[in-house]
């Protein structure tokens, strides 16, 4: 880590971690493996020192009146950090997607022509409020054979640090190169905008936080974005789904954990199962505390005496990420009406349908435009380690060059290699 007291401190980060990145690029996978298992062992050991760092940024974000939302995302628990330490040995486990050949072709004159998988060089990342975003990026980045260069919030200054403290001391003495691994904190919304212009050291950034850091980074920028977007999730329930399959998918989505971009924040029902199906899931939703936002025929078909109590559905209510317990409720006449719906409103992050109808699931599966769509499961399973990548970056709704899940392969790039026997251009 470099001290941010020094003049042109962001450029001399940036700059460590290039010449790191070609280093990074020809290490043998076993090297990297090591070192991510010694990273794994260093959180462990030091995870002590870790929760007592976070219970102090909590505690300073309290004190401050930080939203609940967000000192959700800021605390580590003990399994939580466990969880984190465990993915960190799940990516070392993970092939190698570095030097995997993607294609081959052999040209009339003799040459051989192979496009093979390459790490990105410097991936660089800016998150809030979310400190295992600092171990989850930085394996992910290193097993992909990248430097990586961490920018956490002020509110996680204490745990990034800490966290970042212990792996970069494992990494090196397993012999990764030193600047493989960097925080660049500090400096206020001028070094935010200092970093987005290193376009001579940095191949990509990935924000994953709100729609103010975004719109901070669209403005500042010279590098490569790749958003870890908000999700605007749906649930449809269609005219041929299995009620109680429904309502469960329903409630899970919404309610397994509401501070997660892969939360369902619409739930659209056909009219013709709606007298049927809303009634007893409102009930269920607002008995786990749900404030229901709803349209006007699903207004109709509200229970008397649902606490929360429901209220009526603002314009602004089916395109909002709420990350909290509120989900926008509405009845719709067909497939086709839910699909227009979600295309409109959506964040294109991850959309379900339950049905018995595999046509109408085919349907909704090619026509909603999202980077993740599931036919009778839960929003939730949108996330690399339930999609058997291990840790993930966020999840991109952007479809150049990753979409879904940042994972390993996401990580990388691809070069053309060109065998020849003294072939000539004539």
């Not at 990273?39 to 007592?52: C, F, N, P, R, V």
């Not at 509401?258 to 008995?287: D, K, Q």
Request: aromatic share 4%.
């Amino acid at each position: 880590m470099t001290d941010n007291a020094k003049p042109n401190w962001m450029e001399e980060i940036c700059r460590e971690a290039r010449e790191a990145s070609y280093r990074m690029a020809v290490l043998e996978t076993a090297v990297k493996n090591a070192a991510l298992e010694a990273m794994a062992d260093a959180l462990e050991a030091k995870s002590g020192e870790i929760l007592q760092a976070n219970r102090e940024d909590a505690a300073a974000a309290e004190k401050k009146g930080v939203a609940a939302q967000l000192l959700d995302r800021l605390r580590l628990t003990e399994a939580k950090l466990e969880g984190t330490i465990r993915g960190v040995r799940e990516v070392a486990a993970l092939p190698d997607p570095v030097g995997e050949e993607l294609e081959r072709t052999e040209r009339p004159n003799g040459l051989v022509i192979r496009r093979v998988r390459v790490p990105l060089g410097v991936v660089a990342i800016v998150y809030e409020a979310r400190p295992e975003v600092s171990a989850d990026a930085s394996c992910l980045a290193l097993k992909a054979g990248n430097a990586v260069i961490l920018r956490g919030s002020s509110i996680a200054r204490r745990s990034d640090r800490a966290i970042v403290a212990a792996a970069s001391r494992a990494l090196e003495s397993s012999g990764l190169p030193p600047g493989a691994l960097q925080l660049a904190s500090g400096g206020g919304h001028e070094a935010l905008g200092d970093f987005a212009s290193q376009e001579r050291y940095i191949d990509l950034l990935i924000p994953r936080g709100g729609e103010g850091l975004k719109a901070a980074l669209l403005e500042a920028a010279t590098v490569p974005l790749l958003f870890a977007a908000a999700g605007n999730c749906h649930v449809y329930i269609d005219s041929a789904a299995d009620l109680e399959m429904a309502g469960e998918i329903a409630v899970n989505s919404k309610t397994q954990k509401y501070a997660v971009c892969n939360a369902a924040e619409t739930l659209l029902v056909h009219a013709a199962v709606a007298p049927a199906f809303l009634p007893r899931v409102m009930a269920a939703l607002a008995g786990k505390g749900v404030e229901l936002r709803l349209d006007r025929r699903a207004r109709s078909l509200a229970p008397a005496g649902l606490d929360p109590a429901p209220v009526d559905a603002a314009e602004s209510d089916w395109e909002t990420e709420y990350l909290a317990p509120i989900l926008a409720v509405g009845v719709v006449d067909s497939l086709e009406s839910a699909i227009a719906h979600i295309n409109r409103y959506g964040s294109h992050h991850s959309e379900t349908i339950v049905t018995a109808d595999e046509a109408a699931a085919r349907t909704f599966q090619k026509s909603v435009d999202s980077a993740a769509v599931f036919w009778n499961a839960s929003t939730r399973f949108t996330d690399g380690n339930r999609f058997g990548m291990g840790a993930e970056m966020g999840i991109s709704t952007q479809k150049l060059h990753a979409r879904g899940p940042i994972g390993l392969r996401e990580l990388c790039s691809y070069k053309f290699v060109i065998d020849g026997t003294g072939q000539l251009v004539t």
